[in-house]
């Protein structure tokens, strides 16, 4: 029977980089494995990344699965088609009422789809802003999502435990059992393997799945998710120095960004970018207004030189664009040629959910 696996949790929580990781330790088990992304538009770092990972990656783009049900399912389904024996998924990082609007409607009308756990990541570096801790430049509705992210998990990770010290770990794990005593909670890390196996291994078998229907307040989701400006966009990109490095390239774009976010007083959902130029191909991303550019090589199979951006910045989508922009066009233009071959800018409009199911389905 087929496991459907859903990983949730707010904008850079880790999502992508644990359905790869996922994904590569099911196909050492000899299990055929397919990934679905999803996001409010098309052009997507995330689906690139994946691309050669398993049965592949399909795109669910122009809403999150809630409000796209079938177009959810139908991918699921497709994948099935095409053999994969296990599927996981990332809806966009910005959803919640996962459980009231694709755990609880496909245990109803897709029973033999075999459903884990809703899995919940979350950022250490968020945990504390979320439960009220300490003080945060992130929108009260937005903190609000990633709050109710966590209220309606039947698993609970912290992501990242390999940037966290042993009293950190103590002080998040003593903490998460504080405030949310009924749940399953720990730590991981998508990037090291930590935790990965024994989460994986438990969730095969558990079978408390959608166990928590919460109450959602749809005009602060709404608002909360409308605060930020999404962005993605194409560009073909030509190199004028045969000296160019893409590395140090993406690098210096993402920390010139992060410096314009900071001059207009923003905070950061997640801003992504994979360039590809003499041959090479690197993702860097982008996940705080302080914290680091994490910029890594990936494996290719294109020398198509090309850029992609994935900007979730909480400003106006037309500041946004303006800002994407003057930044492609700015310093960098003087090793590589850019040009913007689709760009969209966007709110993201209030969630009206295919299915809402108030109850827990057996
Ligand atoms: N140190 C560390 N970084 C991680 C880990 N998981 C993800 N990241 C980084 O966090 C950023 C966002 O990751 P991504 O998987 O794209 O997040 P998503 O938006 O939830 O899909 C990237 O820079 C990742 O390399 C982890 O376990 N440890
Ligand atoms: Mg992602």
């Known amino acids: 029977m087929i ?108 029973p033999d789809w075999n459903l884990a756990p809703l899995t919940v990541l979350v950022d250490p570096n968020r945990f504390f802003e979320i439960i009220g801790v300490t003080p945060s430049q992130v929108d009260p509705d937005a903190l609000y999502i990633m709050k109710l992210q966590m209220d309606e998990a039947d698993r609970i990770l912290i992501n990242k435990s390999d940037t966290l010290s042993v009293t950190e770990r103590t002080k998040i794990l003593d903490s998460l059992k504080k405030e949310f005593p009924d749940k399953s909670t720990g730590l991981i890390s998508a990037k090291t393997g930590e935790g990965l196996d024994a989460w994986l291994k438990e969730i095969q078998t558990a079978k408390d799945v959608g166990t928590k229907i919460v109450p959602v307040d749809y005009d602060r989701y709404a608002h909360g998710e409308a605060v930020l400006g999404w962005l993605n966009a194409t560009a073909s990109v030509h190199a004028k120095t045969s000296q160019i490095n893409g590395y140090t390239l993406l690098k210096t774009l993402l920390e010139y960004f992060q410096k314009e976010i900071q001059k207009s007083r923003s905070e950061v959902g997640h801003v992504k970018a994979i360039l590809n130029i003499g041959g090479k191909e690197n993702v860097a991303n982008l996940t705080s207004l302080h914290g680091k550019v994490d910029v890594r090589d990936v494996e290719t199979k294109s020398d198509k030189p090309v850029l992609i951006f994935n900007a979730r910045v909480q400003m106006p989508p037309e500041l946004l664009e303006k800002l994407v922009r003057n930044l492609l066009a700015g310093s960098i233009a003087q090793q590589l040629e850019v040009k913007i071959e689709t760009l969209r800018c966007l709110m993201p409009g209030r969630p009206n959910p295919t299915h809402r199911f108030d109850k827990i389905e057996n």
């Open 3 to 110: 496991k459907l696996i859903l990983v949730g949790g707010f904008l850079g929580s880790g999502k992508t980089t644990l359905l790869a990781e996922a994904a590569q330790k099911l196909a050492t088990e000899n299990r055929s494995v397919g990934l679905i992304t999803n996001d409010q538009a098309p052009e997507l770092v995330d689906t690139r990344l994946l691309s050669h990972v398993g049965k592949g990656v399909l795109e669910v783009a122009g809403s999150c699965f809630c409000c796209n049900f079938d177009g959810f399912a139908n991918a699921v389904q497709s994948l099935i088609d095409q053999g994969a024996e296990t599927i996981i998924a990332e809806p966009v990082g910005s959803c919640t009422d996962l459980s009231a609007t694709i755990l609880n409607p496909v245990k109803k009308f897709h």
